[in-house]
């Protein structure tokens, strides 16, 4: 009785206030505990409803794949707290089957919220693989595809910078050695060749 007494107080400790009144004419402790689950626990259903929604919409979008990640798991992290794996008691390998199973999904949600035009082919290279690798392992081979793709975006700016300045300069030496007319400023013929100073040839116009 002593600790059915303590468990009580625990219980108006912890709850709504405005819940007091609802639970206050309870002779023990484990009324109050019933009742609340019975009103409460449809509550749980509505949560893991909106998590599994979430879940599915989670996308990269302009996320790095860090936070992507990040805001996934979270997401698995909370609904798995509403729901949990039974536990096995038969000695079979049941239980590790399902753990498997829950993983394999996880990676799947994960390489579907991917960015299509940046992870299209490191996608196709774990999915591939027989078995499909961990989540950990997915997740490194995805962060190291990110990495080298913002590698080659520092380098190609450079290389486009230094092919324009190499084909400025080789026109600019390609025009410095054309001679260059000081009468009529065209190229290719120097002033005493320049024809309206030395009259045009009888072709000139056929």
Known sequence: EKCDSMVMAWLYNVIDKALHGSVAYANIAREVWIDLEERYSQRNSIRIHQ????MSLVGQEKLSVTEYFSKLKSVWDELGTY?????CSCNCKCGKAMTSMLEQEKVH???MGLDNKKFNTVRSNILSQEPLPSLNKAYAAVIREESQLQFTQLIEPRNTIERAAFKAASQNRSSSNRPKCSHCQKLRHEQHQCYELVRYPP???D
């Open 83 to 87: 729901q949990v794996l039974p536990a």
């Open 109 to 111: 949600q994960f390489l």
């Open 203 to 205: 072709w000139w116009d």
């Open 51 to 54: 998590l599994k929604r979430e």
